[in-house]
Nanobody, 120 residues
Framework: QVQLVESGGGLVQAGGSLRLSCAVSGRPLTYFTMGWFRQAPGKEREFVAAIRGSGGSTVYADSVKGRFTISRDSVKNTVALQMNSLKPEDTAVYYC?????????????WGQGTQVTVSS
C-alpha cells in the first residue's frame, strides 16, 4: 500500500520560508516522478514542482521558479519542498504526489495535503 504523508506547513509572513516534507512508503521514490501541487480556495489544483525518479531532473512552475527548490532523500524515501521568499499568493493547501511525466501529467497517488498560509 502506497502512502504519502506531508508535514511542515504553517503560517509565515511574506518574505519568509517554509520547508515541506513528504514521507513515502510502499513504493521506492526513485522509480517514479515525485512532486508537489497546490490548491488555493476557489481555484483549481495546480502543479508546483517535480523531480524525476531516473536522473533526478527537476521542473518548476513559472510562478515559483527561483524561490522554491524540490529535493529528495533516497535513503529516507522522502521528498522536500524548500519555499523561500514566500508571497501571500503562495497560500494554499500543498499536496505531495507520485506518478509519471516530467510535470506529473499522470498522478497515481496523493498525500492528504498540508496548509501553507502566507500573511502580508
Amino acid at each position: 500500500q502506497v502512502q504519502l504523508v506531508e508535514s511542515g506547513g504553517g503560517l509565515v509572513q511574506a518574505g519568509g520560508s517554509l520547508r515541506l516534507s513528504c514521507a513515502v512508503s510502499g513504493r521506492p521514490l526513485t522509480y517514479f516522478t515525485m512532486g508537489w501541487f497546490r490548491q488555493a480556495p476557489g481555484k483549481e489544483r495546480e502543479f508546483v514542482a517535480a523531480i524525476r525518479g531516473s536522473g533526478g531532473s527537476t521542473v518548476y512552475a513559472d510562478s515559483v521558479k527561483g524561490r522554491f527548490t524540490i529535493s529528495r532523500d533516497s535513503v529516507k524515501n522522502t521528498v522536500a519542498l524548500q519555499m523561500n521568499s514566500l508571497k501571500p499568493e503562495d497560500t494554499a493547501v500543498y499536496y505531495c504526489a507520485q506518478g509519471y511525466g516530467s510535470n506529473l501529467a499522470r498522478v497515481d497517488y496523493w498525500g492528504q495535503g498540508t496548509q501553507v498560509t502566507v500573511s502580508s
